[in-house]
């Protein structure tokens, strides 16, 4: 049995909410008398916005012994797919809450007891994002979920700790929690460290400053490359961040340069993935080398390389070629299916969208290979280019093979919330193609 949260009965601050700090007492206090009005179901797809919705519907989801279930995104079709998977569910949305909030009655002391879940069981099911395919079903349990809230917050706050001793680091994410970086930043990690979450979730740069304006310090900054692109380009003044931690893609070398020189910050990054959360961490400007979690170890093997975390019950295959530097540090040298061959040449995805990005006058761009083709095609936001330019200038840049035909210029690339190019959205934007 492990504990819903670390220190329930805390008078510390958990969320903030509507300009007001809700303590870790009077959250738990919501989330058990919240529990015996949810509907007896087995799953539950909780799609609340609000972090304290979130984090309210998720606490009293454990505590009924439900199962949450974590769309990879807010599609119809995404929706559906998880239904019919899961046939014993429940939808919980921001305005169900709080009809049901409305209804809850008062608790009486807090137990450890009543607040212990057991280790073992799952207790959570996220999805993989679908940038190579069909998202896949990815269940948790609460050992591995508390045990990577604790790691995290080993890693990303206990450095912290001497210099804000007895204070409360507090966050502003502009992921969804329904993501497994915003899982863990957003709810596990306000769980597991000493830390409290911003009710919002941010998107424009206005919103991001106020938000962070609203809190005291010391505070950070949890977001994505594509965030991070927009804030710089907006010449938006940020209050002091103690650091900005990114997920979900590569951080380009040059916006972490731009980013710690712009608000004075450093730019930590997380190598993680659905499958296993949070593997190693690097401050970006500092070098290509990432450092593993304690006690984790990576372990070469036949069909590339495996991970084993101190939380996870067994190793996970990584789908990205890896060099070991050090039993705890390694290089990222790109993702497996990232290589392509194309009339005997063989070249990087990753590289060939470097190229086009390269180009001036190329705001946001991708180039991407269909299963059913032996050639690349690119998306492009470039309002004052012409498709013709970018490829004469592209051609300047990589071998004629790999020339994206076609080349389709877009207002803006077809990115989920967390920014990910799922290979659905992107071959949707082709001229006469479809989704499916």
């Known amino acids: 049995m492990l504990p819903l949260l670390a220190n329930a009965h805390g008078s510390q601050t958990l969320v903030w909410h509507q300009g007001r700090a809700v303590t870790r007492e009077a959250f738990i206090n919501s989330a058990r008398s919240l529990a015996p009005l949810l509907p007896p179901a087995a799953h539950v797809i909780n799609l609340t916005v609000g972090r304290l919705s979130f984090m309210l519907g998720f606490a009293a989801a454990l505590l009924r012994n439900q199962i949450t279930l974590l769309p990879p995104n807010q599609t119809p079709a995404a929706l559906a797919d998880v239904k019919q998977r899961y046939p014993d569910h429940y939808v919980l949305d921001d305005a169900q809450l709080q009809a049901w909030e409305e209804r809850k009655v008062a608790t009486g002391p807090i ?22 395919g069909v998202p896949q079903a990815q269940p948790k349990t609460w050992q591995v979920l ?62 991001i400053r106020d938000a962070l304006l609203a809190l005291p310090a010391p505070r950070a900054l949890v977001s994505t490359p594509v965030h991070l692109r927009a804030c710089l380009a907006s010449n938006i003044a940020l209050p002091p961040v103690e650091f900005v931690l990114s997920a979900t893609a590569a951080m380009p070398l040059e916006l972490a340069h731009a980013v710690e020189q712009r608000w004075q910050a450093p730019v930590l990054e997380i190598y993680g993935s659905t499958e296993a959360g949070t593997m190693g961490t690097r401050r970006t400007t500092q070098g290509d080398c990432w450092r593993l979690l304690p006690g984790a170890r990576l372990r070469s093997v036949a069909e590339g390389w495996e991970y084993q975390g101190p939380h996870l019950p067994g190793p996970v295959s990584l789908s990205d070629r890896l060099a070991l530097i050090s039993p705890d540090e390694f290089r990222l040298l790109g993702r497996a299916a990232d290589q392509i061959k194309i009339a005997g040449k063989r070249a990087s995805l990753s590289e060939l969208t470097h190229a086009l990005l390269s180009i001036a ?43 994206p035909r076609p080349l389709v210029l877009v207002p803006q690339l077809p990115r989920n919330a967390v920014g990910k190019l799922t290979q659905a959205a992107l071959l949707a934007a082709l001229p006469g193609r479809s989704a499916t």
């Open 111 to 132: 137990g450890e007891q009543s607040l212990a879940l057991p280790a073992d069981e799952v207790r959570v099911v996220l999805f993989t994002s679908g940038s190579t």
């Open 146 to 207: 508390a045990r990577t809230g604790e790691l995290d917050a080993a890693r990303f706050t206990g450095e912290l700790a001497s210099r804000f001793r007895g204070c409360t680091l507090n966050l502003v994410a502009t992921v969804p929690s329904q993501h497994m970086f915003g899982l863990q930043t957003t709810v596990l990690l306000p769980f597991w460290g000493d830390c409290a979450i911003h009710d919002s979730r941010p998107f424009f740069p206005a919103d």
């Open 361 to 403: 006058g190329v705001q946001d761009g991708c180039v991407f290979q269909a299963p059913d083709t032996q050639r690349t095609a690119a998306l492009a936001v470039a309002p004052h280019l012409t498709a013709a330019h970018i490829l004469d200038e592209l051609a300047k840049r990589v071998d004629a093979v790999f020339l």
